[in-house]
């Protein structure tokens, strides 16, 4: 194992910062020093944790600290080790079990999407223009004061503070939050509740943060409490790939960490996943000078120009290409930067419908084509909620919760049964959508909400029927909404595939979007083209408008590109 890696897997107990370049192995060396760490706590009762941002990168860390867990003995030691991503950590732990005094709320406090029906009188109004949903209310803290944006990338949608602070305790009253508002919960309760913050410190005395860069001005602030309450917090990431700064992460923390007097800085500079002529166009836009593990194979960083009128005549160029190469098909992705036009090139199509038949099309769709039933199971909560009179506003929430301690779970059941079972409950897409599918549809529909009502009382909000009407349906099996495209391969937006490691890559570019990959990672838009060629192994193509592959083609080249005719 690289001494790099070594010196972060065996570094003293203490807060460290680690830069890791793509590709670096920052996964395994992550996993490593979270059992080392737990090692070196020996007898203590407290508990390391890693913390990343998506339920795909912890299921990641889980396996891996499975598999190299394996021949550790089986003992309290090796059980107070524990993997969440961030939101999922401080809800577990402060949110449900503590904000609710803080709230001033008679339960305990519960997630609401915001599109609710009882959320129509939580709204931000503005002089002569429409009212501001509660989701779309967005927060950051600034110099230590709590600023509302109805957009963090446009600080001139600036809300006045008094107004938006009524309407998230007016709703904290009854308990219920949003994503956004739930961290401003999770700060205010380990402000005004000192006991429960020296308590979680206690039980957690070493906490990692994964893709640090991607630390958001509220989970920034949250951390800084528990490090003054004497958490020892280890952050590892990449500031060239921080790209979320719409949600207020700017990098900053984990560029700055070092700086810290008690913390020590390490930094991860091979990397193990690209091909050299891919690191070396990554070197050249960051301005680092990391270091390629793999030899020089076949493949390489191709530029190439396309009309949008003529995509598939570039698709079936990528496609030879990596035929060429003997590389897997399967391995391989477009990647585009808005989800519209990724949509469009995959030839996905919106779910047809209108109203709650057309979230219970898209239900139906996720289950039979991704087997997807987690995201279908969720639509089909909101759906029958939304079918119902008066239902509880923490119903949704309670029903899309993993606890089976909330009294939920018979309900649960009920609701997972109907999202799996195509005879009695979310009907076959196969089935012709405007009259088989919608005629079984209306039939199970029915039969579920009178099991609801006979045995928890919820009663149908005005007439079926008119709720869950045919309009929009098409006389076509459901599922011709959903074929993709014949070139076969995967479309994805750029954020979507951050932190995987794909075989070939093409970057469907516009001319902004070169311009920016071109001026570096100083800037977001940059760092957005440099995690779109970081994440290709062997092959990367960027594909560059015909009307302006002239006139970039020499920096193109400069920058270490090769062109591909």
Known sequence: MPKEQIDIIEAPLGPISVTACAGSGKTATAIRHLITIRQKMQNSRGRVVLLSFS???????????GELAAGLPDDANRRRVEVDTLDGFFTKHILRPHAYRTM????SAYLVSGSEPFLARFQYWREDLPPLPLKDIKLNILDGEFVFYSD???DSELLD??????IIHDLGRLGAYTHEIGRYWVYRTLVSQPGVLRALAARYPQILVDESQDLGTLHKEILKLLITAGVQVTLIGDVNQGIYG??????EFLKSYEDRAEVTGYKLTRNYRSLPPIINIANILCGRHDEADRLEEQGGAYFIGYKDSELSKLTEAFKAHINELGMPLQDSVILCRGAERAGAIAGRAPPPGQGMVKVLAEASLLRDQHSNYHACFKLVCRAII???DNAPHGLSSGLQRLSHEDGMSGMKRLVWSFSRNIDAGLPSSTLTAKTDWHTQLLTNVKALLAEIEKQYGYKIAGTLGTKLTKKSL????LSSAAVTQAHGFRVETVHQVKGESIGSVMYLAKKSHIDSLLSGTGYEEGRIGYVAITRAKNLFWLAVPQSCLKDLKATLINAGFQERI
């Open 55 to 65: 339920n795909v990168a912890v299921n990641t860390f889980n396996t891996g600290y």
């Open 104 to 107: 001033a709320a008679p339960q």
């Open 152 to 154: 963090t990338r446009n």
């Open 161 to 166: 503070k008094g107004k938006v602070l009524k």
């Open 246 to 251: 719409f949600a207020g992460a700017d990098g």
């Open 386 to 388: 939304g079918l119902l």
């Open 474 to 477: 098409p006389d076509l099996p």
